[in-house]
């Protein structure tokens, strides 16, 4: 179960942010609504929410959970894989020295981003993509052992980051789609199948026995009520547009005992 989350505030320089999705420029204020909305969510689920202001140097910072990855005997900052976010991670780590005395860093040459990163349990999944690279994950992992957590490596091809097209909801269920609907490293999960069309919603987020899901994709949604959850529909139009999704926005985790 979660007991707080850290949010990061979308700054006007969002609509310069790194983008592939060729949805068109994000509408700052929606933006921010639509970040209200996810916030109040979030606390509707019984986690406290720590707000952290805007960056306007980084367009991309409000996609906080590429910063870092929590567990509850550590914390790891990240080294961000887009040059331009290389940065964000300075006010992650500050904040973070309000909840963990353990707090380690992947360093240079290796990158690895938060969303390349799925834990089930205390093993974790970390994506090689564009943004994490073997030195990242290497890292990563000696780090994770270190606490008596475990990691591997998932070899993937089409998604941006690993938790595009993976969602974990605990109790062994597991969103899949795209690469990773036959992927061999997901075989042993439950697999809830995302269709095609459908595929954005496959980056839901697990918080306390409730699924946030984005809102409008409705097969995803009852699937997901099939499987047993209670789903809140968030919209994040203006941040897929960023190629963003709902795990994107906040970073989740019990506080270290």
Known sequence: MFTHAI????????????TTAALGRPDYTRALGQHDRYIDVLAQCGVKVTILEAEEQYPDSVFIEDTAVLAE?????????????????????????????????IQAPGTLEGGDVMR???????????RTNDEG?????DIMNKYGYTAAAVQMTDFLHLKTGLAYLENNNLLVAGEFVHHADFTAFNRI?????????ANCIWVNDAVLAPMGFMKTKAAVEMAGYTVHEVDVSEFRKLDGGLSCLSLRFKKED
């Open 73 to 105: 005997r550590c914390a790891v900052v990240t080294r961000p894989g887009a040059p331009s976010r290389q940065g964000e991670e300075i006010s992650v780590l500050n904040a973070l020295h309000t909840f963990y005395s353990n707090i380690e860093r």
């Open 7 to 18: 949010v990061k505030r979308p700054g006007r320089s969002l609509v310069e942010g790194i």
């Open 120 to 130: 089930v349990g205390d093993h974790f999944y970390v994506g090689l993509s564009a």
């Open 137 to 141: 994950f290497q890292q990563f992992s």
């Open 193 to 201: 199948v995302i269709d095609k069309e459908e595929s954005y919603a």
